[in-house]
């Protein structure tokens, strides 16, 4: 089944009580057993949920997945990885990571022992020398937020294979639609669902996929334990927004070139940060391992401090400002105020996260209506 069909059907069969093609929301929070411990797979909904059920394999038959898990948000997903860890051992992390990540692996995970280190990526030989006899980790972002860089990751697979090592890859960027990365040798695949998944920012989930049984037995188990679960309802409406991911994912993607293209030939953008053009860093591997390029795009502003960057962005109509992506209305960003603000600032500018960089999640709205939004901010 191809991808665009899977993205409408996959999982899902038509309701045997009705036959209501939608599969419905199962509003429950416990379930009648016929006997004491026999049930028909469903005890408490805290464990599973029909609606949840449909939700996970559909985003596994999505991600080419034999397993899939959903959780209550993209960190919750992130927190029942983590927690396949022990005090002791180390995560190789890469440097331009999402300021969410990084707040939970400094703050919650580092004080209970596990250790992280913080490196670029953008070249397989950087994690390869990173690599110690305490490595149980790798951790992906690709492209990375929110500087758009790539990772290759059949590279980073290759130095897992024969190890006790663990690739997970962090797709929300990209989405399954553009990247499949257990495909390409990751052991999981983390979504913030919250982001293109839903694509309609009405929804806060999160997604695992795998294909190793004793990992989903031990991340089911956590999930179950831990009680990080979605409500029927917000599983619901992922549900529903894969449905429309490809058709979603194409605009992005088109949206997202011309608005890249027109902002590297402004005179008031200093640098754009988009892995479709061919001078990007690893734009080879991107084309290799992405089938496009996305939506998301970062640029800096010339000589523009933190006041002059925030009134541009107040002066955008079309593009709001807020924090989140993926949904279909266009958003713009400031990484270092707001999604990137828990990192401190000195390692923030280290890595190149300034006050004048700006992040856009690219929507699916009419392009001339964009660049004309632009054109009116950077006047």
């Known amino acids: 089944m191809k991808f665009d069909t899977k993205a409408i059907h996959a999982g899902q069969e038509p309701d045997p009580g009705t036959g209501a093609i939608m599969t419905p929301i199962y509003q429950t929070s416990t379930y009648v057993q016929e006997s004491p411990g026999k049930h028909k797979g469903y005890a408490y909904a805290r464990g599973k949920n029909p609606t949840r059920v449909a939700l996970e394999k559909c ?16 960190m919750g997903a992130s927190d029942a990885v983590i927690k396949l860890l022990r005090p002791g051992d180390e995560v190789i992390a890469t440097d331009d990571l999402y300021g969410g990540s990084y707040r939970m692996f400094e703050k919650i995970f580092a004080p209970y022992g596990i250790k992280f280190h913080y490196i670029n990526m953008s070249e397989p030989a950087n994690v390869a020398k990173s690599i110690n006899d305490k490595t149980r980790m790798i951790w992906v972002e690709s492209p990375t937020n929110p500087l758009m860089k790539i990772v290759d ?17 962090d797709n929300t960027f990209a989405s399954p639609y553009l990247q499949t990365p257990l495909d390409l040798g990751a052991h999981i695949v983390m979504h913030s669902a919250t982001k293109y998944l839903g694509g309609h920012s009405d929804v806060i989930l999160g997604a695992l996929c795998l294909n190793d049984d004793k990992l ?3 991340l089911a188990f956590t999930l179950n334990a831990s009680g990080a679960n979605p409500g029927p309802m917000d599983s619901f409406l992922v549900l529903r927004g894969l449905k429309t991911l490809h058709v979603r994912m194409e605009r992005h993607c088109s ?3 011309k608005i890249a293209e027109y902002l590297k030939s402004h005179p ?9 053009f061919p001078d990007f860093p690893n734009h080879a591997v991107a084309k290799k391992q992405m089938k496009d390029f996305g939506g998301m795009i970062s640029f800096t502003l010339k000589g523009a401090n933190f006041e002059e960057t925030g009134k541009m962005m107040q002066k955008t109509k079309i593009f709001s400002l807020a924090e989140s992506l993926g949904g279909v209305e266009s958003l713009i960003n400031h990484p270092a105020s707001m999604t990137h603000a828990s990192i401190p600032k000195a390692e923030r500018e280290r890595l190149g996260i300034s006050d004048n960089l700006v992040r856009l999640s690219v929507g699916i709205e009419d392009i001339d209506d964009l660049l004309e939004d632009l054109r009116v901010a950077l006047t």
């Open 255 to 257: 949206n997202g070139k």
């Open 153 to 169: 990751i059949a590279a980073c697979a290759k130095l897992t294979s024969g190890k006790n090592i663990l690739l997970v890859v």
């Open 216 to 218: 989903y037995e031990q």
């Open 59 to 74: 985003v596994a038959a999505l991600e080419n997945a034999k397993h899939g898990l959903c959780f209550s948000s993209g």
């Open 268 to 276: 008031k953008v200093e640098k754009v940060y988009w892995p479709g």
